[in-house]
C-alpha cells in the first residue's frame, strides 16, 4: 500500500477516544437567498454580476481591492472578468486576480442553480466568520467589518447540445465567504455534504474528444506590475490539483470540519502568498475508492509531490539573471530574508500549546447531525512532539541532480494540510494540496529591442480592446498590446482627439489656501480651459474664487501651465504632452514663494474625456501663498522650461520672477520655485526603449488678471514646445505654423510648407478650406461606428455612441448589451422578475396579487407600502432633498394610483412635459416646450435618433452664469423639430437676423440689422463670393470669453450686404457712431456722443482734414486688451464735429468731470466728483493764475501706465480752491492722512493709519527746529523711480528724536549693519551680517587710522554684479596688518601668483603658473628694460587654440637680445624665410622658398619697385585662415626676381606642374602628375584643339574650396596627351587603382588596393559564370498559387513559362480560350487577345507591350533626386530624398512593394545604382536595379535562417551579410556566386555590419548581452580583432564617417551615439540620449538612423550634437536598415 492516504490524522488509535464529525449540512452554510438580502446572478453560461461595491476596501494578498465581481464560473474577482474561453478551461495562474471556491465551466442557463450573493455587515454573520478564523488561527487578532457571502446551489455543469445523452441531472453547491477588516483578510470555502455531484467539466473546444478537466480551487494574485512598466504572473495558490482532490473536498477541512476550508488571504503591510489554517478534520466514515488507512506513516513527507501536475517545476526553465531577481509576490512587499522572523508568525501552535476548553466551549458551531465540542478535537496535542504539519525550511535551490530524486517519495493523499510558508527569494516551496508557484523575474524578456517574431502574448489586442480609444487601433506585441491613435486623431492610444481642433477642459478646484495668515476654503469651484491648438494659445478661468484668495493666486500661471503643455504648438522634432499621457494622469507641482519661503502644493488629476470629448481635470491646492493687495497687477515675463522625460512620468524644475504693482507698495519684484512630476501609463510593450529625453516648453505670452466684480481668475499663456536649445523665434522657424501667426481656422491645422508657405487643412472631424472648416456630422452623414442598440452623439470633430435605454456597453466598451434589470430586485419580494431586451417585467408569484411591483395575498388589497415615485414626490414635497422647504418652481413627479411614475411627466412652472420609464427617467427625444402638444408617451419609442449639431450647440449655450445668474447677449441657435438649424436664425438681443447653412455658418451677406425686413433665406444663393474684409474683421472679433460667456463692450463692425463697411458706424455698448471709408477707417470730425444726431455720412467729405490733438489721443487710448478683451475704466476724450476737445471732458467709469482748454489739459479747480453739478466750461475763466506747486504736483500723478492702463492706488494730492495744498492729505487707496505744510512736506508725527482719528492740522506746530543733516539725507534718498514706482533696495538713514544720526545704522534689503559717527560716516571694522551680533556703538573706538591704499582698491573690487549676484573670479588685492600690499599677491580663482611693488604694481617676470613654485619676492629685481615691439609681437602671438591645444604652423617673430627684430625672418613650419625692415616689415623681393640660399639682408635694398600682380597675388594667397591659424596645402605662386610669374607653376602639396601665361592663367594641356616630366613652357603652344571628356571631367574636378582651402582625397582623373583617359587611374590619396574604358567608366574586378599588383588594363577580365536565379516569370507564378492558396481555379490566370525561365508567347487564364500574346516581359501585345478555341499565333518576340493582364512588384525610383536614404520598412523599401542635409518628406515614395517579406537589411551599389536587401520572411537575399519598373532579383535563398545586417564592398564588388541564427558572418559576389563563410565562432548575435572599402576592412556589431562587442577584420576574412567591448550594451547600428575615418555606433542600450578610431583611440560620444536606434548612415556631418521608438528617420548633426531633423512615415511600423543612394559614387564610400 502506497503511503500517506489522505492526513493520516484520523489514525484508528484516534477514532476509540475522540469524536469525529460529519460533513456540515447545507442548513449549516452561512444564510443565503433574497430573504437575507443576495442579490442574485443572471442566469447563463458566462454571467458576471454587475459591479460590487464595498463599503470599505479589502486587502487580497498586499493589494488594496475597493470592488468584486462574481461570476457563473465559480469564482469571486477583483477586476471585471473577460471571456471565460480565456481562462475556464486553464489552469493557476491567472491573469486577474482570483478567488476560486470551484473553477469550472458552470453554466445555469434554463433555471439550473442559482448564485446568490451579497455584501454585509449584519452582527451574527460578522460574529461566526470571527469564530471561524479564530478557531484557525487562534493567534490571529481579527474582528471583521465586513463580509461578503457568494453562494452557488445547485449549479450546473456546462454540457454540449449536441450530445445525444440529455442533460445530467448532477448539480453544486458550494459557498465562498470572504471576511475582511482594516489590514487582513479571510476566506471560507464551505462544501456541503451531497454538495458536489461533479468534479470537472468538459472544455467547450474538445473536439469529440472524451476529457474532463478537474475544477480549480485556490486563489490567483493575477499579474503584477513592476519595474515601472513590465508585467509577471503574480504568486498563487492551488487547493486541488485533480479530481480525486476536488472530491475530497466535503470530505476533509483544514478548521476540523470536514467541508470547510480556512484561509488566510491578505494582510496590509506584509504578504507573500496565501496561508491555510492548520486544523485536520476528516468524515467519519473512510472515502471510497480504494484509499486504505496506513497506520505506519505518522509523519507526512513534505516534499513528495511528484503526481501532482500544478506541482511540477521545471529548473530548466529559469534563467539565471541577476539583474532581475524578484519572487513571486507583489514587487512592493519583499518577503523577508531567510532565517529572518517573518515566518515565525505563521508556524502552527506549538505542541504544547493547551487548548483551551472554557474559551471555546462557550462558542460551539453546530455541523451535521453530531454536535461536536471543538475542545475535544484532536489538533496537534495528541501527537508525537517532533510531528509537525509544516515544511522543513526549503534549500535555496535544489540541484538538479537531487530534482528528481526528491520529487519521487509522492503521497496518493491530495489534501494533505500543511503551513505554507511564505517564499523567499528564490525559493519555492511546494506543498500537497497548498502550493505556490512563483514566477522569476528572469522569465520576462525585457529586452525588446531583439527582433521578436514569435512570442506568447499576455495581454491581447482581443482581450483588452475596450481600453483603447474608439479613435485608436490596436497592436499586440510580444508582451502585450498597445493602442495607437488612427490617423488624423493624436494621443497617447487610450484617449484620442482629433488633430488641429480646439480643445476644451473642465474641471473643479478644491483646498484650502493660506493668504497671509487666514485660511480659505475653495469648494468645488468651477474651472474651464480653452486651448487653441493651432498657436499653442492657453486660455484658463476658475470661477467664484472669493477675493483675498484671487489677487494672492495671480501668479499661479502654473495652474494653467499644465494645459498650456498638454496642447502646446509643436516644433519640429517634438510632442505635446498629450500624446503621451492621454487624458489620464495625476500632476504633483510644488511652489515656493520668494522670499517668504510660502509653500503651495498642487495636485492636477486627469479623469479622462467626458461625454462632449472634453477633458476632465480636477486641482486641489493647499498650502500658503504671499498677500497680495486689492487691485494689484502681476506681469509675468516670457520664459523657457525643461521637461524630461522617463516611462510613465514627466519632470521639470524652474525659478520663476514676476512682477506686482499695486498702489500701497509700488513695484516689487518676486519669485518662485516650481517643481512638478507629472505621471501616465505608458505602454512599454511597443518596443520603445525607456529612454530620456528633453523637450522644452516656450511661454511667450503670460496674462494673469482677476476681475473682482465677477470673482474670476484668468490665465492666458501661449506655448510652444521644441526640443531643447531651439529658439522658436530662429529664422529657420518663421514660417507661420511655428511662429502662430497664420490665419487657418482655430478648427484646422497648419502644415509648413518651404520657407514661409503653409497650408490650411481643416481637423479631423471638419470639412472646409482650411481657413474655414465646419463640423462635419458624422450621425446624420452615416459616418459612425455605433452598431445595433445603440445611438449617434455628434461631437465636434468627433462623434461617440451611447446604448439605448435598457441597454448598456458589454465587456469590449463598444457593444451595446441588455441591461438586466432583475439583478437590481426592482420587483415586490413575492413577485418573479423576468428579463427582456431593452426592458423587463414583474409578475406576482401565483397565490399573490397585484402589478409586480407591489404583490399581496388578498386580491384588491388597498394598503401597500409607498412606491419608488410616491417616496420620490413626497421627499421633494417635504422638503426633504433640500433640507429646508421646497423651492418654489421645483418639479414634482406625478404619480399613478398604483404609485408608478405617470408615462407623461410636466413641470408646473416652466411647463415643459416629457415622457419617462418605469424609473422615471426621462426618454430622449419626448421633451415638448410649453403650448406645444405632449408626446404620446404610451406609443412605444421611434428609434431615438441623436442629438442633432444644432441641438448640440443650442444646448451648449451657457445662457446662465455659474453663480445662476442669467447671461444677457448670449445668441442661442434656433433648431427645427428636426434638429436642423432654421434657415434663419436672429438674435434676441441685438435683433439681427441672417442665414445659415446646414452647418449653422452664417451665409455671407445675409445679415440685417433690427428693424430692417430680414432676407429671403429659402432663396437659392448667389454663387459664394469670398469674405471681405468688413465680414473678416466683423467675425474674428471676440465676442465670447473662452468660458464661453458673451464679452459686454466689444465693438462689432457693421457690413452691409456686400460685405462693404456700413458709411455709419454705431458702438452698440457706448452708443458713439461715427462715418467710415472704404477701408473701415474712422473719417475725421463725424464721431457723435449718444443721443446726439448722427452725422449724414453720405453727404460727399469736404476735403478731409489731418486728424487734431485731440482725435490723435482718442484713438490711442487703449480700449482693448492684447487678448482682445475691452479693457473697462479707461480714460477716453471727447472731441467735438472739427476734431477739437470738448470743452468738458468727464470720465465714464468713474464720473468725474472737469474743463479743459483747447490743449485737453485740465483747467484747475473745474473738476466735479460724480453726482455733483457740474462746472459751467463756457463760463470765462478768472484771470488765469499760474499753476501752483500742489497743482503741479497733482497733474504729474502718474495715474496711467505707459501702456494706457490705469496705475490703481496712485497717491494724488488735494489742492484747495486756490491751488494751495490742503492741511490734511489723504491716501485713497490706503487710507493713511497726514498733515503736511505750505510746501506739501509731510509734518513729522502727523501720520495716522486707516481706522483712526486723524490729527488737527490746524492745530499750530511746536516752533519747528531745522532739519538736521540726517534729516536732509533721509529725505533726499530716492525711493521713487522717476516713472513713481517704488525702488526696492535703496538704503535710508535712520535718525533719532533730535535728528541726529543713530550710532547702529542697518540696511533694510540686505540686513547689513554698522556703526557711524556724528557725520553718519561708518566706523572702520564695525560692519556685520546679517544673521550676525551687531557692534556695540557705544564702546569707544581705537585711535582711527586711514585707510591705505591697499585698502580702498581691496574695498573697491566689485565682488557683485549690479544685480546682486556673486562676481566669481574677480581679483581682490591682499593688504596686511599695516594695510600695505603684501609682497606676493594671488588669484583665488586662477591660480596665478606674482610680485608687486608698494603701490601694487606687478614687477615683470615674477608671474607664475598654479601649481608651480612661486617667485622669492623679497629678493632685489635687476633693473628692467621696457618690452619692445617685436617682443611684444612674439609674445602676442596665439600658438594655442581656445580650447587649449598648440596650434601647429604658426609664424612666431625672432627677435635679438635687445629685442629688436633680426633682420632675416623664418617660418618654422612653411620653411620660406625674408628679410624684414625695423618695424618688422618683409622687404619686397626678399622670400626664398624652402631649400634654397636665403638672400643677404645685411645688403642694402635697391630703390624699391611696387608690386607686381604675381607678388601681390602670392601675398593674398591664403597662408592663414581666418582664425589666423595656417592652411596647409594652399597653393602658393612663384614669382621670379622681377616679380613676374615663373613659367612653370607647382603645388607644393600635391605635386602637379603646370604652365601659366604672364597673367597667371593655365595654358591648356601642359598639366603634369607628381612624378611627371614637367612641360617645356618655352615652347610655343601647339594650336589649340578642344577640351576632351576626361579634360572636362578633370577641370572640373573641385580641388579647392569655396574659401580657398585645398579638398583633400578629392579623385582626379589622369588623361594622355590627346585628352583621352588613360586606361589605369588611380586615386591620389587612397592609392587604388583600376582600369576604365573610353568612356572613364571603372572595369569590374579590375580594382586593386594599394600595394597590390596592378591589372594589366589591356588585358579582357575574364567574368565567372553564375547560377540562373528565379526568373520573373516565375517568381510571378509562384506568388500567384500562392495567393490562390495553392490551387487555382480553371479560370484563373497563373503565368506560364518556358523552360527558361521566360514567359511563353501565349498567355491563357487557367484552362480556357481566353488567351493573348505577351512579349518577353511578360506585357500583354494589345490586339491579340482571342476566345477562340484556335490559340492565336503570337511569336516569342514583339514590339513593347503597354497593358499587363495583371500588376506585379516593380522599382518606382524618386525623380530629380541626387541623394536619398533607403528604408527597410516590413513589407516595403522605401525612399526619403535628402534636400542638401534635410529630410524632403514632400518628396518620399515607396522604392518597392514587397509583400509577405520582412525586409531587414539593405545596402546600395552606387557604381550598378542597384539596392541589396535581406528578407527575414522569405529567407533570401535580393537586388534590383534603381530603375523604373525594374524587378527584384533573387541573389541567394538557400542556408540561409536569419540574415540581417547586409553590406556592399563597391570597388571590389562583394557583399557581406550576418546570419543572426546559426551566428555566422558570409560573403558572396554581387551576383550570388563565390559565396563563403568568414566567421562561425566567437559570435553570438551579429547585428549590424559595414564594409570600408577604401581599406578592405570589415566591421560588424555582436549582440552579445553577456559581452557585446564590435569587431574589425579584412575582407578576406584574415586579421580578425576586437574594437570596442566596453560601456556598450546593445549595439544595433553601424556606419563609418569618411571624414574622420572613424566607426561609429549607435547603441539601444546605452542610448548614446559613439565614435571611435579603427585603432580603438579618440572615442568619443556624439549624442547621449538616442531614442531607440536600429540601423544608421553618415552623409555629409550627419548621422541618419532609423529609430524603433519614433518609427522614423532621425538626424544628428555632429558637430552640434543636436536631433536637427525627423522623418515618421504615414505608415506606423518599425522601420530596419537604412542606407544611402547617390547619383554617383561619393568620396569614401563604403
Not at 704 to 724: C, D, F, G, Q, W
Not at 864 to 879: N, V
Request: aromatic share 8%; glycine share 10%.
Amino acid at each position: 500500500m502506497e503511503r500517506g492516504v489522505m492526513l493520516a490524522v484520523c489514525l484508528l488509535c484516534w477514532s476509540c477516544s475522540v469524536c469525529v464529525v460529519t460533513a456540515i449540512k447545507r442548513a449549516d452554510m452561512f444564510p443565503y437567498g433574497t430573504l437575507s438580502g443576495d442579490l442574485i446572478l443572471a442566469e447563463g453560461d458566462d454571467e458576471t454580476s454587475r459591479v460590487l461595491s464595498l463599503p470599505k476596501p479589502l486587502y487580497f494578498y498586499g493589494s488594496l481591492f475597493s470592488q468584486l465581481y462574481v461570476a457563473t464560473n465559480g469564482i469571486i474577482s477583483g477586476q471585471d472578468l473577460p471571456m471565460e474561453k480565456q481562462y475556464v478551461d486553464d489552469g493557476f495562474p491567472t491573469d486577474f486576480p482570483v478567488v476560486a471556491p470551484f473553477l469550472a465551466d458552470i453554466d445555469t442557463s434554463g433555471g439550473r442553480g442559482q448564485i446568490y450573493y451579497r455584501v454585509t455587515e449584519t452582527p451574527s454573520v460578522l460574529n461566526r466568520v470571527a469564530q471561524e478564523v479564530h478557531r484557525g488561527f487562534p493567534d490571529a487578532k481579527f474582528t471583521p467589518t465586513h463580509v461578503v457571502v457568494a453562494t452557488w446551489e445547485n449549479v450546473a455543469a456546462y454540457e454540449e447540445q449536441t450530445r445525444t445523452a440529455g442533460p445530467s441531472n448532477k448539480v453544486n453547491t458550494f459557498q465562498a465567504v470572504i471576511g475582511y477588516d482594516e489590514t487582513d483578510s479571510y476566506v471560507l470555502f464551505l462544501y456541503p455534504e451531497d454538495g458536489l455531484n461533479y468534479f470537472g467539466t468538459r472544455p467547450k473546444e474538445s473536439y469529440n474528444v472524451e476529457i474532463e478537466l478537474p475544477a480549480r480551487v485556490g486563489f490567483s494574485r493575477g499579474e503584477v506590475t513592476y519595474l515601472i512598466f513590465s508585467r509577471t504572473e503574480g504568486p498563487h495558490y492551488s487547493v486541488t490539483s485533480d479530481e480525486q482532490s476536488v472530491k475530497n473536498l466535503y470530505q476533509v477541512g483544514n478548521t476540523g470540519i470536514p467541508g470547510v476550508w480556512l484561509f488566510h488571504t491578505g494582510n496590509r503591510y506584509s504578504f507573500d502568498n496565501i496561508v491555510p489554517a492548520s486544523i485536520g478534520g476528516l468524515l467519519d466514515t473512510p472515502p471510497t475508492g480504494g484509499h486504505g488507512l496506513s497506520l505506519d506513516s505518522t509523519t507526512p513527507e513534505y516534499g513528495e509531490f511528484e503526481e501532482y501536475p500544478d506541482n511540477t517545476f521545471d529548473s530548466d526553465n529559469q534563467e539565471e539573471e541577476d539583474d532581475y531577481p524578484h519572487t513571486g509576490g507583489d514587487p512592493e512587499f519583499q518577503p523577508a530574508p531567510a532565517g529572518g522572523d517573518h515566518s515565525e508568525s505563521l508556524q502552527p501552535a506549538s505542541p504544547d500549546a493547551p487548548s483551551s476548553p472554557s474559551e471555546d466551549s462557550g462558542n460551539q458551531l453546530s455541523y451535521g447531525s453530531e454536535d461536536v465540542p471543538l475542545t475535544s478535537e484532536p489538533r496537534y496535542n495528541s501527537e508525537p512532539a517532533e510531528r509537525q504539519y509544516a515544511p522543513p525550511n526549503p534549500p535555496e535551490r535544489v540541484p538538479e541532480g537531487d530534482a528528481q530524486r526528491t520529487l519521487k517519495r509522492q503521497p496518493q493523499v491530495p489534501l494533505e494540510v500543511v503551513d505554507v510558508y511564505p517564499s523567499h527569494r528564490n525559493e519555492h516551496p511546494h506543498s500537497p494540496g497548498g502550493h505556490v508557484v512563483s514566477v522569476e523575474g528572469d522569465d520576462v524578456d525585457f529586452d525588446t529591442g531583439v527582433i521578436q517574431y514569435t512570442t506568447e502574448n499576455k495581454e491581447t489586442c482581443a482581450r483588452f480592446q475596450q481600453q483603447c480609444s474608439q479613435n485608436a487601433f490596436c497592436s499586440d506585441y510580444a508582451t502585450g498590446f498597445c493602442c495607437h491613435c488612427r490617423p488624423g486623431f493624436y494621443g497617447n492610444g487610450r484617449h484620442c482627439l482629433p488633430e488641429g481642433a480646439p480643445q476644451r477642459v473642465s474641471g473643479k478646484v478644491s483646498g484650502t489656501v493660506t493668504v497671509g495668515s487666514t485660511p480659505v476654503e475653495l469648494n468645488n469651484i468651477d474651472l474651464h480651459a480653452y486651448i487653441v491648438v493651432g498657436d499653442g494659445r492657453a486660455y484658463t478661468a476658475i470661477s467664484q474664487v472669493p477675493e483675498p484668495v484671487g489677487w494672492a493666486l495671480m501668479p499661479l500661471a502654473p495652474i494653467g501651465e499644465l494645459f498650456g503643455w498638454l496642447f502646446a504648438l509643436e516644433l519640429p522634432n517634438s510632442q505635446a504632452g498629450f500624446k503621451i499621457t492621454g487624458a489620464e494622469f495625476t500632476r504633483h507641482a510644488e511652489v515656493i514663494f520668494y522670499p517668504g519661503n510660502q509653500r503651495l502644493s498642487i495636485v492636477q488629476t486627469g479623469h479622462g474625456l467626458d461625454d462632449h470629448n472634453h477633458l476632465t481635470v480636477d486641482t486641489v491646492v493647499s498650502g500658503n501663498v504671499p498677500f497680495l493687495p486689492p487691485g494689484a497687477e502681476v506681469t509675468m515675463d516670457p520664459f523657457k522650461e525643461t521637461y524630461q522625460y522617463y516611462p510613465s512620468v514627466a519632470t521639470s524644475s524652474s525659478v520663476r520672477e514676476f512682477s506686482v504693482v499695486s498702489a500701497e507698495r509700488g513695484s516689487e519684484s518676486f519669485s518662485f520655485q516650481l517643481k512638478q512630476n507629472i505621471t501616465y501609463r505608458d505602454c512599454r510593450h511597443d518596443n520603445r526603449a525607456a529612454v530620456l529625453e528633453t523637450l522644452q516648453i516656450t511661454m511667450e505670452r503670460v496674462f494673469v488678471m482677476y476681475v473682482k466684480e465677477e470673482r474670476i481668475l484668468r490665465y492666458a499663456i501661449t506655448n510652444k514646445i521644441s526640443p531643447v536649445r531651439v529658439d522658436p523665434t530662429g529664422p529657420e522657424l518663421v514660417n507661420p505654423c511655428y511662429a502662430g501667426n497664420h490665419d487657418c481656422d482655430t478648427t484646422a491645422q497648419c502644415i509648413p510648407l518651404e520657407g514661409q508657405v503653409f497650408q490650411c487643412q481643416c481637423a479631423t472631424g471638419y470639412r472646409g478650406d482650411g481657413h474655414n472648416c465646419y463640423d462635419i456630422n458624422e450621425c446624420d452623414e452615416g459616418l459612425s461606428s455605433c452598431g445595433a442598440h445603440s445611438q449617434c452623439v455628434n461631437l465636434p470633430g468627433s462623434h461617440r455612441c451611447q446604448c439605448q435605454s435598457g441597454y448598456e456597453f458589454g465587456f469590449d466598451g463598444r457593444t451595446c448589451v441588455d441591461i438586466d434589470e432583475c439583478s437590481s430586485t426592482p420587483c415586490h419580494i413575492s413577485a418573479r422578475c423576468i428579463n427582456g431586451l431593452g426592458s423587463f417585467l414583474c409578475q406576482c408569484q401565483p397565490g399573490f396579487y397585484g402589478d409586480g411591483f407591489y404583490c399581496s395575498q388578498t386580491e384588491g388589497q388597498t394598503v401597500r407600502p409607498r412606491s419608488q415615485c410616491e417616496q420620490h414626490r413626497d421627499r421633494l414635497q417635504s422638503g426633504m432633498e433640500q433640507g429646508g422647504p421646497p423651492s418654489p418652481g421645483a418639479f414634482i413627479p406625478q404619480c399613478d394610483s398604483d404609485g408608478r411614475y405617470q408615462p407623461l411627466q410636466c413641470h408646473g412652472s416652466t411647463g415643459h412635459c416629457w415622457c419617462v420609464d418605469f424609473r422615471g427617467q426621462e426618454r430622449t427625444g419626448t421633451r415638448t416646450p410649453p403650448g406645444t402638444a405632449p408626446k404620446d408617451c404610451d406609443r412605444p419609442d421611434e428609434p431615438v435618433r441623436p442629438k442633432t449639431h444644432c441641438e448640440h450647440h443650442r444646448d451648449s449655450v451657457q445662457t446662465t452664469s455659474p453663480g445662476g445668474y442669467p447671461i444677457v447677449g448670449a445668441h442661442v441657435p434656433q433648431c427645427d423639430a428636426n434638429g436642423q438649424y432654421t434657415p434663419l436664425q436672429c438674435h434676441g438681443s441685438t435683433g439681427h437676423c441672417w442665414c445659415v447653412d446646414g452647418n449653422g455658418q452664417e451665409r455671407a451677406g445675409t445679415r440685417t440689422p433690427p428693424g430692417t425686413t430680414p432676407t429671403d433665406c429659402d432663396k437659392p444663393d448667389e454663387p459664394e463670393r469670398p469674405k471681405t474684409h468688413c465680414e473678416h474683421h466683423r467675425d474674428r472679433v471676440q465676442t465670447t470669453s473662452p468660458d464661453g460667456y458673451p464679452v459686454v463692450g466689444a465693438y462689432v463692425p457693421q457690413c452691409d450686404a456686400n460685405g462693404q463697411y456700413r458709411s455709419l458706424q454705431c458702438h452698440g455698448s457706448t452708443g458713439h457712431c461715427w462715418c467710415v471709408d472704404g477701408r473701415g477707417q474712422e473719417r475725421a470730425g463725424t464721431r457723435t456722443p449718444p443721443g446726439t444726431p448722427s452725422v449724414d455720412c453720405d453727404r460727399p467729405g469736404e476735403p478731409e482734414r489731418p486728424k487734431s490733438h485731440c482725435e490723435h489721443h482718442r484713438d490711442g487710448v487703449q480700449t482693448t486688451s492684447p487678448e482682445g478683451y475691452p479693457i473697462v475704466g479707461v480714460y477716453v476724450p471727447q472731441c467735438d464735429t472739427n476734431g477739437q476737445y470738448t470743452p468738458l471732458q468727464c470720465h465714464s467709469s468713474t464720473g468725474h468731470c472737469w474743463c479743459v482748454d483747447s490743449r485737453g489739459q485740465e483747467r484747475a479747480g473745474t473738476r466735479t466728483s460724480p453726482g455733483a453739478p457740474r462746472t459751467d466750461c463756457d463760463k470765462p475763466d478768472e484771470p488765469v493764475r499760474p499753476k501752483t506747486h500742489c497743482e503741479h504736483h497733482r497733474e504729474r500723478a502718474q495715474t496711467t501706465s505707459p501702456e494706457g492702463y490705469s496705475i490703481v492706488g496712485a497717491y494724488v494730492p488735494q489742492c484747495d480752491a486756490d491751488g494751495q495744498y490742503t492741511s490734511l492729505q489723504c491716501h485713497g487707496s490706503t487710507g493713511h492722512c497726514w498733515c503736511v505744510d505750505g510746501r506739501g512736506q509731510e509734518r513729522a508725527g502727523t501720520r495716522t493709519s486707516p481706522g483712526t482719528p486723524s490729527v488737527d492740522c490746524d492745530k499750530p506746530d511746536e516752533p519747528e527746529r531745522p532739519k538736521t543733516y540726517c534729516e536732509q539725507h533721509r529725505d533726499s534718498v530716492q525711493t521713487t523711480s522717476p516713472e513713481g514706482y517704488s525702488i526696492v533696495g535703496a538704503y535710508v538713514p535712520q535718525c533719532d528724536a533730535d535728528g541726529q544720526y543713530t550710532s547702529l545704522q542697518c540696511h533694510g534689503s540686505t540686513g547689513h549693519c554698522w556703526c557711524v559717527d556724528g557725520r553718519g560716516q561708518e566706523r572702520a571694522g564695525t560692519r556685520t551680517s546679517p544673521g550676525t551680533p551687531s557692534v556695540d556703538c557705544d564702546k569707544p573706538d581705537e585711535p582711527e587710522r586711514p585707510k591705505t591704499y591697499c585698502e580702498q582698491h581691496r574695498d573697491s573690487v566689485q565682488t557683485t554684479s549690479p544685480e546682486g549676484y556673486s562676481i566669481v573670479g574677480a581679483y581682490v588685492p591682499q593688504c596686511d596688518a599695516d594695510g600695505q600690499y603684501t609682497s606676493l599677491q594671488c588669484h583665488g580663482s586662477t591660480g596665478h601668483c606674482w610680485c608687486v611693488d608698494g603701490r601694487g604694481q606687478e614687477r615683470a617676470g615674477t608671474r607664475t603658473s598654479p601649481g608651480t613654485p612661486s617667485v622669492d619676492c623679497d629678493k632685489p629685481d635687476e633693473p628692467e628694460r621696457p618690452k619692445t615691439y617685436c617682443e611684444q609681437h612674439r609674445d602676442s602671438v596665439q600658438t594655442t587654440s581656445p580650447e587649449g591645444y598648440p596650434i601647429v604652423g604658426v609664424f612666431v617673430p625672432q627677435c635679438d637680445s635687445n629685442g629688436q627684430y633680426t633682420s632675416q625672418q623664418c617660418h618654422g613650419s612653411t620653411g620660406h624665410c625674408w628679410c624684414v625692415d625695423g618695424r618688422g616689415q618683409e622687404r619686397a623681393g626678399t622670400r626664398t622658398p624652402p631649400g634654397t640660399p636665403s638672400v643677404d639682408c645685411d645688403k642694402p635694398d635697391e630703390p624699391e619697385r611696387p608690386k607686381t600682380h604675381c607678388e601681390h597675388h602670392r601675398h593674398r594667397a591664403q597662408t592663414i585662415s581666418p582664425e589666423g591659424y595656417p592652411i596647409v596645402g594652399a597653393y602658393v605662386p612663384q614669382c621670379d626676381a622681377d616679380g613676374q610669374y615663373l613659367p612653370l607653376q607647382c603645388h607644393s602639396s600635391t605635386g602637379h606642374c603646370w604652365c601659366v601665361d604672364k597673367r597667371g592663367q593655365e595654358r591648356t594641356g601642359t598639366r603634369t602628375l607628381h612624378g611627371t616630366q614637367p612641360k617645356d613652357c618655352d615652347r610655343p603652344d601647339e594650336p589649340e584643339r578642344p577640351k576632351t571628356h576626361c579634360e572636362h571631367h578633370r577641370d572640373r574636378v573641385q580641388t579647392t574650396s569655396p574659401e580657398g582651402y585645398p579638398i583633400v582625397g578629392a579623385y582626379l582623373p589622369q588623361c594622355d596627351a590627346e585628352g583621352q583617359y588613360l586606361p589605369r587611374q588611380c586615386h591620389g590619396s587612397t592609392g587604388h587603382c583600376w582600369c576604365v574604358d573610353g568612356r572613364g567608366q571603372e572595369r569590374a574586378g579590375t580594382r586593386t588596393r594599394p600595394g597590390a599588383p596592378s591589372v594589366d588594363c589591356d588585358r579582357p577580365v575574364p567574368v565567372a559564370p553564375t547560377q540562373r536565379p528565379e526568373s520573373v516569370c516565375e517568381r510571378w507564378r509562384t506568388s500567384l498559387i500562392e495567393h490562390y492558396g495553392g490551387k487555382p481555379d480553371a479560370q484563373q490566370y497563373v503565368p506560364q513559362c518556358e523552360p527558361d525561365g521566360q514567359f511563353s508567347p501565349v498567355q491563357c487564364y487557367g484552362e480556357t480560350t481566353y488567351c493573348w500574346c505577351v512579349d518577353q516581359d511578360g506585357r500583354e501585345v494589345p490586339g491579340t487577345r482571342s476566345h477562340d478555341v484556335v490559340k492565336p499565333a503570337c511569336l516569342p518576340s514583339v514590339a513593347p507591350p503597354t497593358v499587363r493582364p495583371l500588376p506585379r512588384p516593380d522599382v518606382t525610383p524618386p525623380t530629380n533626386t541626387d541623394i536619398t536614404l533607403l528604408y527597410a520598412q516590413g513589407q516595403k523599401i522605401g525612399a526619403l530624398p535628402l534636400n542638401g542635409t534635410r529630410l524632403d518628406a514632400t518628396r518620399s515614395k515607396t522604392l518597392l512593394t514587397l509583400h509577405g517579406s520582412i525586409v531587414v537589411g539593405i545596402a546600395y551599389d552606387c557604381k550598378e545604382n542597384q539596392v541589396y536587401w535581406t528578407d527575414l520572411s522569405a529567407r533570401t537575399i535580393n537586388r534590383a536595379s534603381m530603375a523604373t519598373g525594374a524587378e527584384p532579383e533573387i541573389l541567394i535563398n538557400t542556408n540561409l535562417v536569419s540574415p540581417e545586417g547586409l553590406a556592399v564592398d563597391v570597388k571590389r564588388r562583394l557583399m557581406f551579410w550576418v546570419d543572426s541564427n546559426p551566428d555566422i558572418i558570409e560573403s558572396a559576389n554581387l551576383d550570388g556566386s563565390g559565396r563563403r563563410t568568414l566567421f562561425d565562432t566567437d559570435l553570438v548575435n551579429p547585428r549590424a555590419i559595414i564594409v570600408v572599402s577604401s581599406t578592405g576592412t570589415l566591421y560588424w556589431t555582436d549582440w552579445n548581452r553577456e559581452a557585446p562587442k564590435i569587431e574589425s577584420s579584412s575582407v578576406d576574412g584574415q586579421n580578425r580583432r576586437v574594437v570596442v567591448s566596453d560601456g556598450i550594451g546593445l549595439p544595433n547600428a553601424l556606419t563609418y564617417d569618411s571624414s574622420s575615418g572613424q566607426v561609429c555606433w549607435a547603441d539601444a542600450g546605452t542610448k548614446r551615439l559613439e565614435c571611435v578610431s579603427p585603432d580603438g583611440s579618440g572615442r568619443r560620444v556624439v549624442h547621449p540620449s538616442l531614442n531607440y536606434p536600429f540601423s544608421m548612415v553618415y552623409y555629409r556631418n550627419h548621422f541618419y538612423y532609423s529609430d524603433w521608438r519614433r518609427d522614423g528617420v532621425i538626424a544628428v548633426n555632429k558637430d552640434s550634437s543636436q536631433i536637427t531633423d525627423e522623418y515618421l512615415p504615414d505608415q506606423r511600423s518599425h522601420l530596419y536598415g537604412i542606407a544611402i543612394a547617390t547619383t554617383h559614387c561619393l568620396s569614401g564610400s563604403h
